[in-house]
Nanobody, 123 residues
Framework: QVQLAESGGGLVQAGGSLRLSCAAS????????MGWFRQAPGKEREFVAA????????NYADSVKGRFTISRDNAKNTVLLQMNSLKPEDTAVYYC????????????????WGQGTQVTVSS
């Protein structure tokens, strides 16, 4: 059974930082593209960042480029999202997701999802 478990969310002031972690089990982690998505109340789930199984290729949404960094540790089956210079508009539930095919920004391309972790940025 595949499980993705996010952690690291919380409440932070604007300009602050958080690091999200996603621990994966039940899949051959090194074969999967890993992505982070977020969903704010009343809005659709949106792409944040993704990382190729090799760790050498990444992709970011324009809204987070230069502030967020995605990384992975295939030995620990973990993907991280370092979030700096946080803004109130970054407030959302953040989800990690896995897909075995390609670096994608589309939620529908991801086969497995975590339960999400809340990030709240106060102004």
């Amino acid at each position: 059974q595949v499980q993705l478990a996010e952690s690291g969310g919380g409440l932070v002031q604007a300009g602050g930082s958080l690091r999200l972690s996603c621990a994966a089990s039940g899949l051959t982690f090194k074969n999967y593209v890993m992505g982070w998505f977020r969903q704010a109340p009343g809005k659709e789930r949106e792409f944040v960042a993704a990382i190729h199984w090799s760790g050498k290729i990444t992709n970011y949404a324009d809204s987070v480029k230069g502030r967020f960094t995605i990384s992975r540790d295939n030995a620990k089956n973990t993907v991280l999202l370092q979030m700096n210079s946080l803004k109130p508009e970054d407030t959302a539930v953040y989800y990690c997701a896995a897909n075995p095919y390609k670096l994608s920004t589309r939620p529908g391309d991801y086969d497995y999802w975590g339960q999400g972790t809340q990030v709240t940025v106060s102004s």
